[in-house]
């Protein structure tokens, strides 16, 4: 398997304008997360989605910030309109749940690394 | 909010040494992992330990992991210049998500 892969690994956007990241997770995997990185604030949890279904979104930090998985193979997390405090290093990753409820470890995107000037 | 948090923040050592790195976490956990990361990188797994399980084994790397004080730590025997990296402890909140939550990490730096 290819690992988590996300696009675009860079992006530079203007103020104001509406930014998609996408995140192709692990196949088999049932769980994947949204993670943002600043030196300021650390690696910071913003959703994730269990088989498809979004569980916490509670570190979405505003309603600029949405996630969607329409299916098993594909995620998005969208900003709209950006701002110059988006700017970081968005990571996706996935994991998978045991039949036993044992939970394993997650894997992660290289991420992409997001500037909003 | 984050759960763990590592400590040092920073670390530097020569090649050889071995580095110890600590996690404190505040709420009842399902297993503890931490994570390595290269610069510039996405996260690497390291190694996971359980709630039930008190020490951990994986190559160079030994974690042990104390329910009662809320602490983890992880030791890096014999260094290399190729461990300069981050290291981040994660904690699974609870047991009905798998919502990972890391520490602010420790920066470990491995001088030839």
């Known amino acids: 398997d290819a690992g988590v892969i996300q696009s675009p690994r860079h992006e530079v956007t203007e103020m104001g304008q509406e930014v998609t990241l996408r995140c192709k997770p692990i196949s088999g995997h049932d769980y994947l997360f949204w993670y943002r990185q600043t030196m300021m604030r650390g690696l910071e949890l913003l959703i994730y989605?269990?088989?498809?279904?979004?569980?916490?979104d509670s570190g979405m930090p505003e309603d600029r910030f949405s996630a969607k998985m329409p299916n098993a193979s594909f995620s998005t997390l969208k900003i709209q309109p950006s701002e110059p405090r988006d700017s970081a290093v968005y990571f996706c990753a996935s994991s998978l749940r045991a039949p036993w409820g044992i939970y394993t470890e997650a894997f992660f995107g290289q991420g992409t690394r997001l500037t909003v000037v | 909010s984050q759960q763990g948090e590592e400590d040092p923040q920073a670390l530097s050592i020569q090649e050889g040494e071995n580095a110890t790195m600590n996690c404190s976490y505040k709420t009842s956990i399902n297993n503890l992992q931490w994570y390595r990361q290269n610069s510039g990188r996405g996260l690497v797994h390291l190694i996971l330990?359980?709630?039930?399980?008190r020490e951990k084994h994986s190559g160079r790397l030994r974690v042990t992991l104390d329910t009662s004080k809320k602490s983890s730590s992880l030791l890096i025997t014999a260094s290399r210049a190729a461990d300069t990296a981050s290291y981040f402890c994660?904690?699974?909140?609870?047991?009905?998500?798998?919502?990972?939550?890391f520490g602010p990490g420790t920066r470990l730096s491995v001088l030839p």
């Open positions: 994660a904690t699974l909140r609870d047991n009905y998500g798998q919502n990972f939550v």
């Open positions: 330990i359980r709630s039930n399980e």
């Open positions: 989605f269990n088989n498809n279904v979004p569980i916490d």
